[in-house]
Nanobody, 126 residues
Framework: QVQLVESGGGLVQPGASLRLSCAAF????????MGWFRQAPGKEREFVAA????????FYKDSVRGRFTISRDNAKNTGYLQMNNLRPEDTAVYFC???????????????????WGQGTRVTVSS
């Protein structure tokens, strides 16, 4: 079973950038599709971005497409979420997720993932 640890969150001003990392332990990340989700205060967890095991296919929530980029370095067993031009509405706890797969697919629903990190908080405020 793979364990995921996120890092890179923080407090930034609108328009700033952050890069979140998701380090995987106990398994080869190359065997897993990856996703990022977020949960804002008082709201349900929502999908942000997902990618297949080799980044051949990626998918984004409409409101982050063009600003956020999901990527991964399987050799380092680490996934990333580059977030540019951050907005106050991006404020949330961000979670990475992984799902073992033998296919070249991504998954956009939280229930499709078996493994989750503990989350890292992102606050966008002036």
């Amino acid at each position: 079973q793979v364990q995921l640890v996120e890092s890179g969150g923080g407090l930034v001003q609108p328009g700033a950038s952050l890069r979140l990392s998701c380090a995987a332990f106990g398994g080869a990340l190359s065997n897993y599709a990856m996703g990022w989700f977020r949960q804002a205060p008082g709201k349900e967890r929502e999908f942000v971005a997902a990618t297949s095991w080799n980044e051949d296919i990626s998918f984004y929530k409409d409101s982050v497409r063009g600003r956020f980029t999901i990527s991964r370095d399987n050799a380092k067993n680490t996934g990333y979420l580059q977030m540019n031009n951050l907005r106050p509405e991006d404020t949330a706890v961000y979670f990475c997720a992984a799902q073992y797969t033998l296919t070249n697919l991504y998954y956009a629903k939280s229930e499709q993932y078996d493994y989750w990190g503990q989350g890292t908080r992102v606050t966008v405020s002036s």
